[in-house]
């Protein structure tokens, strides 16, 4: 059974930095791409960042460029999301997911496993 497990949400001051982790068990994420997204309330789930788990380009959204960095650690099985210079408009419900294709894509329809989320909320 796949699980993806989010951590490392929280409240945070304007300016400062967070790292979300996620782990990844049940199969074989070799030949998978890792993303990020989030949702605030009542707006629609949006892309943050994804990557093919072997590694390669990383795509962000134009929100989050420059702040927030993907990486994955293969001994742990874990997708990282570091966000720095948070902003009060960074403030949602972070989801993993995992696609069964090494495709960048920002549709989320396009993932076929999800975490639970975790909350981050940024204070000015």
């Known amino acids: 059974q796949v699980q993806l497990v989010e951590s490392g949400g929280g409240l945070v001051q304007a300016g400062e930095s967070l790292r979300l982790s996620c782990a990844a068990s049940g199969r074989t994420f070799s030949n998978s791409a890792m993303g990020w997204f989030r949702q605030a309330p009542g707006k629609e789930r949006e892309f943050v960042a994804d990557?093919?788990?072997?590694?390669?380009?990383?795509f962000y959204a134009d929100s989050v460029k420059g702040r927030f960095t993907i990486s994955r650690d293969d001994a742990k099985n874990t997708v990282y999301l570091q966000m720095n210079s948070l902003k009060r408009e960074d403030t949602a419900v972070y989801y993993c997911?995992?696609?069964?294709?090494?495709?960048?894509?920002?549709?989320?329809?396009?993932?076929?496993?999800w975490g639970q989320g975790t909350q981050v909320t940024v204070s000015s």
């Open positions: 997911a995992a696609r069964t294709a090494p495709i960048h894509s920002t549709t989320p329809s396009r993932y076929d496993y």
């Open positions: 990557m093919p788990w072997s590694g390669g380009s990383t």
